[in-house]
């Protein structure tokens, strides 16, 4: 098969597909936004930063020649995939997203859904609890208005300047994390209140299954929408798409 890929990263199932594109023999490159200081070793050769909005992309497109686009970034990576959707639809470049299936609420938990960011900070406001803030280090700063807790981050890299809490405690990790270490960790800094958001799949689940064991309660920030898009939920079916894109398979 003749194909050019280019893989919008960002997960585990990015980082999966790549290996099974490479092991089919396919060539492309892994694309990551530059967020994260160490990203993953890649199978396929890798690209860090961004493409300069649509039009850039576009530009990526023609010149690197490339013929499909899977798109395997965070579900909360909306404008990446609005960039990519745009982008593939006037270059003609077939495009699928590689999706984790949402979390669903199960028997024990104990969730409060939000719409975004501003609805977690607005269900903060509250008296002091001992929170784990689960959402990455980009969005710090629009909880800095809610100094009364105490917050348990959970960063991929050591933050580049102090996060904007007057007491926090940092763990740095990596996922896919374990639904019993979480729960040690949970109990190690007395949490009370977990706040994720929806990432979706199996890699950083451990802390909600966590939280149900110990009975606490999560305030879940929904997913953002994104933009009408063919869809696959695994490799094989990202792998599949490729051979037959631009057939009722494909966009």
């Given amino acids: 098969m003749c194909a050019n890929l280019l893989v919008l990263a960002g997960t585990s199932e990015a980082t999966a597909f790549a290996r099974a594109a490479a092991d089919a023999g396919l060539a492309g490159t892994v694309s990551f936004a530059g967020r994260v200081a160490r990203p993953l070793r890649q199978p396929l050769p890798r690209r860090v930063g961004g493409f ?17 686009v ?130 979706g799949g199996t890699g950083a689940y451990a802390k909600i299954a966590a939280a149900r064991a110990i009975g606490l309660p999560v305030i879940m920030i929904d997913r953002p929408p994104q933009p009408g898009r063919a869809e696959v939920h695994d490799v094989a079916g990202a792998l599949d798409w490729v051979a037959h894109a631009g057939t009722d398979l494909g966009v």
């Fill in 52 to 68: 300069g909005g649509v039009e850039g992309l576009r530009a990526y497109l023609r010149g690197q020649a490339i013929t499909h």
């Fill in 70 to 199: 899977v798109d395997a970034t965070h579900p909360f990576a909306a404008q990446m995939s609005r960039n990519a959707v745009a982008a593939c639809a006037a270059e003609g470049v077939p495009l699928v997203a590689l999706t984790r299936p949402a979390w669903d609420e199960v028997p024990g938990d104990d969730w409060t859904r939000v719409p975004d960011i501003s609805g977690a900070v607005a269900a903060l406001d509250r008296a002091p609890v001992s929170v784990m803030l689960a959402i990455g280090r980009m969005h710090l700063a629009e909880f800095a208005g809610l100094p009364q807790h105490h917050y348990l981050l959970r960063l991929v890299d050591p933050p580049r300047e102090p996060p904007p809490f007057p007491r926090h405690e940092v763990v740095v990790d990596r996922g896919p994390f374990d639904p019993a270490r979480d729960r040690e960790l949970m109990e190690a800094h007395g949490i009370e209140l977990v706040v994720s958001k929806d990432a």
